[in-house]
């Protein structure tokens, strides 16, 4: 079925043969550090703070510390393992759930600030809003809004299990999805504006456009892209189930993991423009660099491409890369496979991220979940 799928897709033109091209007329990027972690990190993303820091979650409930050089700062354990991936807020805060059902807030001298208790799994990763506010879903079936003291400022609940990570839109509006199929979008009070049904659960991040537009993928294998007030824009089935989180660049157009085909990029009007990487399993998010999209893929290849699947650069690690991939503003790129988290340099020019609203998982490498200012 894979086979028959990759050759349609090629007949359609929309996969471009270039994947198959001589491994080694590819340049390789650099590896300037590397850190093995006594446990593997699955899910949770690298996180970089406005110092360098690098925070990284796993799946023993240890979150650490690395300096920007790849030492080790601090270690910080928590009760459980950790899937959800850190946000940083302006005050330095580093906040994540645990699977001991509890949302940690750390200083970033790796000391206890508070906890917050609910009664089952956080693998939603929190969004922390411009007031302070922090967000975030749990297994419990409820969506939840803190004070950046720990305090509950309200709580929703939708009556299904919420791993989405919310995003956070410049106007306060908060959106995330549930194992009910809905995307929900409340107002930064807590009250629903509406919800927008799909056939298949939605345990993606949204992503926001510079228009407000909202974007998500569901397992019945579709990416949506709704307008602010929740109507449709449009729908594309992604030839195949996938739980990845969409990105956005400056045009609006949405590039996302396509379950066992690859990265798509889409246009404004839903319509797929090309697809890249190789045929497998991909649900890590994308990171956009002025024309350019960095992905990774399970078979241990971190890779650049542009239009028409021109591959720029690879880099072969030595596991299987387990979460979502983190761009600095130097242009050093963030992967975690298994055991061993990365710094990675790729070749010609340090690029930053695309300036988009949002160019990578949960909007920035703070992972903040929110559009930030004007774009």
């Given at each position: 079925?894979?086979?028959?799928?990759?050759?349609?897709?090629?007949?359609?033109g929309?996969?471009?043969?270039?994947?198959?091209?001589?491994?080694?007329?590819?340049?390789?990027?650099?590896?300037?550090?590397?850190?093995?972690?006594?446990?593997?990190?699955?899910?949770?993303?690298?996180?970089?703070?406005?110092?360098?820091?690098?925070?990284?979650?796993?799946?023993?409930?240890?979150?650490?510390?690395?300096?920007p050089?790849?030492?080790?700062?601090?270690?910080?354990?928590?009760?459980?393992?950790?899937?959800?991936?850190?946000?940083?807020?302006?005050?330095?805060?580093?906040?994540?759930g645990?699977?001991?059902?509890?949302?940690?807030?750390?200083?970033?001298?790796?000391k206890?600030?508070?906890?917050?208790?609910?009664?089952?799994?956080?693998?939603?990763?929190?969004?922390?809003?411009v007031?302070?506010?922090i967000?975030?879903?749990?297994?419990?079936?409820?969506?939840?809004?803190?004070n950046?003291?720990?305090?509950?400022?309200?709580?929703?609940d939708?009556?299904?299990?919420?791993?989405?990570?919310?995003?956070?839109?410049?106007d306060?509006?908060?959106?995330?999805?549930?194992?009910?199929?809905n995307?929900?979008?409340?107002?930064?009070?807590?009250?629903?504006?509406?919800?927008?049904p799909?056939?298949?659960?939605v345990?993606?991040?949204?992503?926001?456009?510079?228009?407000?537009m909202?974007?998500?993928?569901?397992?019945?294998?579709?990416?949506?892209?709704?307008?602010?007030?929740?109507?449709?824009?449009?729908?594309n089935?992604?030839?195949?189930?996938?739980?990845?989180?969409p990105?956005?660049?400056?045009?609006?157009?949405?590039?996302?993991?396509?379950?066992?085909?690859?990265?798509?990029?889409?246009?404004?009007?839903?319509?797929?423009?090309?697809?890249?990487?190789?045929?497998?399993?991909?649900?890590?998010?994308p990171?956009?660099?002025?024309?350019?999209?960095?992905?990774?893929?399970?078979?241990?290849?971190?890779?650049?491409?542009?239009?028409?699947?021109r591959?720029l650069?690879?880099?072969?690690?030595?596991?299987?890369?387990?979460?979502s991939?983190?761009?600095?503003?130097?242009?050093?790129?963030?992967?975690?496979?298994e055991?061993?988290?990365?710094?990675?340099?790729p070749?010609?020019p340090?690029?930053?991220p695309?300036?988009s609203?949002?160019?990578?998982?949960?909007?920035?490498?703070?992972?903040t979940?929110?559009?930030e200012?004007?774009?």
């Amino acid at each position: 079925m894979l086979i028959r799928t990759v050759f349609l897709l090629l007949a359609m033109g929309l996969v471009c043969p270039d994947w198959t091209i001589a491994e080694d007329s590819i340049p390789v990027a650099t590896n300037l550090w590397v850190v093995t972690l006594p446990f593997p990190a699955y899910g949770s993303a690298p996180t970089l703070a406005d110092d360098g820091t690098i925070y990284q979650g796993t799946f023993n409930g240890t979150l650490f510390a690395i300096t920007p050089n790849g030492e080790t700062a601090w270690k910080f354990k928590a009760g459980r393992e950790i899937k959800s991936t850190p946000a940083v807020a302006d005050d330095g805060t580093i906040y994540f759930g645990c699977r001991d059902g509890k949302l940690y807030a750390v200083t970033p001298a790796g000391k206890l600030k508070w906890t917050f208790a609910t009664s089952a799994w956080i693998d939603s990763s929190p969004a922390i809003a411009v007031d302070g506010t922090i967000y975030f879903g749990g297994w419990d079936h409820v969506f939840y809004a803190l004070n950046s003291d720990g305090s509950l400022k309200w709580k929703f609940d939708v009556g299904a299990i919420i791993e989405s990570s919310p995003a956070i839109a410049a106007d306060g509006t908060i959106y995330f999805g549930g194992h009910d199929k809905n995307l929900y979008a409340l107002n930064p009070a807590g009250k629903k504006l509406w919800t927008f049904p799909t056939k298949g659960k939605v345990t993606s991040s949204p992503a926001i456009g510079s228009d407000g537009m909202v974007v998500f993928s569901s397992t019945d294998g579709n990416i949506y892209c709704l307008n602010a007030n929740g109507s449709e824009r449009w729908h594309n089935h992604s030839l195949g189930m996938t739980e990845a989180s969409p990105v956005v660049d400056e045009s609006n157009f949405v590039y996302s993991a396509a379950g066992y085909v690859a990265v798509w990029c889409y246009g404004t009007n839903g319509t797929g423009l090309w697809g890249t990487g190789s045929p497998v399993l991909m649900e890590g998010t994308p990171v956009l660099v002025a024309g350019k999209v960095y992905m990774s893929t399970p078979w241990h290849m971190l890779q650049a491409a542009t239009a028409g699947d021109r591959r720029l650069w690879k880099a072969d690690l030595k596991d299987n890369i387990t979460s979502s991939i983190t761009l600095g503003q130097d242009g050093t790129i963030y992967a975690v496979a298994e055991r061993t988290l990365y710094a990675i340099r790729p070749p010609g020019p340090a690029l930053p991220p695309a300036k988009s609203s949002w160019p990578m998982f949960h909007a920035n490498a703070r992972h903040t979940g929110r559009v930030e200012g004007k774009l």
